[in-house]
C-alpha cells in the first residue's frame, strides 16, 4: 500500500522555493489588466485567473489602497490605478491619463461649448493627446498628436511654469532668441520668464494669437500627488468669439476641471 507521503503532489524542480503566492496571484491581475488594456469585473478576473472570488477581492482591496487599482463607482469594475504611472511605459501611462481624464473633459466641452484639449510635454514640444471639437460652425480644430513649440501654447506656458527659469534657459540652448510663429508670439527668453512667471502666480496661461492667428486658448495644469505636472487641459476659441468677461469664465472653468482631474488621480 503507497504511503501517504508519495501521493503528495512533488513540487517541479524549477519552481521557485520562495515564490510568495500571494504576491505571484496580484501582479498576475496587474498583468491580466494591463494585457486586456480595459476595467475588469471581479467575476471576469477570476474566470480569467481561476481564483476564488474572496481571493481576488481582498488583493484587490490591497492594491486599491496603494493606488495601483482602482475601482470605478459607477461600473464597480478595477483598472489601473495611479501608482501604476512610475512604473508604466510611456504609451500606458499616456493611456491610463487619457482614460482618467476623459469624463471631466467632456464635462468641460458641455460647459464651454468651445474646443477642448489635453496635451503632454515631449521634448520641449506640445503634444496633444485629446480632443473634443466645438460644435459651432465656426471652430478650433487641432488633430491629436499635433505639436507646438512650449513657449507660445498657453499649454506649453503651463510645463514651463514647472521647470525653474535656468533650466528654461538651459532647454533653449542658452539662445535668447525664439521662433515666432505669429507676430503676436513671445520673441525672447526674458519675455518669456516674464511671461511664465504670472502663470506660476495665476495657475493658469493664456495664449493670444501666440500659436495661431485668429486662435485664443486658456489652460491649467493636471498634477500628481507630488505636484508634479503631467499634462495640461485647455479651452480654444476663435479670437472673435472671446470677450474679457468669457476668457475669465473660461479661466475659472479649465482650473476648477485641471483640479477635479488632479484630485481623482491622487484618489485612485
Do not use: W
Not at 489602497?65 to 511605459?89: H, M, N, S
Not at 512650449?150 to 539662445?175: M, P
Request: glycine share 6%.
Amino acid at each position: 500500500m503507497a504511503s501517504q507521503r508519495s501521493k503528495k503532489k512533488a513540487v517541479p524542480e524549477t519552481a521557485n522555493r520562495y515564490q510568495v503566492k500571494s504576491l505571484e496571484k496580484a501582479l498576475l491581475i496587474l498583468e491580466l489588466m494591463i494585457d486586456e488594456g480595459r476595467d475588469l469585473s471581479i467575476t471576469e478576473i477570476g474566470q480569467r485567473l481561476g481564483y476564488g472570488k474572496g481571493t481576488i477581492h481582498r488583493i484587490l482591496g490591497t492594491l486599491r489602497d496603494r493606488k495601483f487599482v482602482r475601482q470605478y463607482p459607477a461600473t464597480k469594475l478595477y483598472g489601473l490605478g495611479v501608482r501604476t504611472l512610475t512604473i508604466g511605459t510611456p504609451s500606458k501611462k499616456e493611456n491610463f491619463l487619457r482614460k482618467s481624464m476623459v469624463p471631466f473633459l467632456r464635462e468641460l466641452h458641455l460647459q464651454c461649448r468651445e474646443t477642448v484639449n489635453a496635451a503632454v510635454n515631449e521634448y520641449n514640444q506640445i503634444r496633444y493627446i485629446f480632443r473634443l471639437e466645438s460644435e459651432e460652425m465656426l471652430r478650433i480644430s487641432t488633430p491629436a498628436g499635433a505639436r507646438f513649440p512650449v513657449h507660445c501654447s498657453a499649454t506649453g506656458k503651463i510645463f514651463l511654469s514647472y521647470l525653474s527659469n535656468e533650466d528654461i534657459k538651459r532647454i533653449h540652448g542658452g539662445k535668447n532668441t525664439l521662433k515666432k510663429m505669429t507676430d503676436r508670439s513671445i520673441g525672447t527668453i526674458a519675455e518669456l520668464i516674464n511671461a511664465v512667471e504670472t502663470v506660476r502666480k495665476k495657475g493658469v496661461a493664456y495664449d493670444d494669437e501666440e500659436a495661431l492667428n485668429g486662435v485664443y486658448c486658456v489652460a491649467a495644469p493636471i498634477l500628481n500627488a507630488k505636484g508634479e505636472c503631467l499634462a495640461s487641459i485647455s479651452i480654444s476659441t476663435p479670437k472673435n468669439r472671446i470677450t474679457e468677461e468669457k476668457s475669465d469664465q473660461f479661466a475659472k472653468m479649465v482650473m476648477a476641471t485641471a483640479r477635479q482631474i488632479s484630485d481623482s488621480l491622487d484618489a485612485s
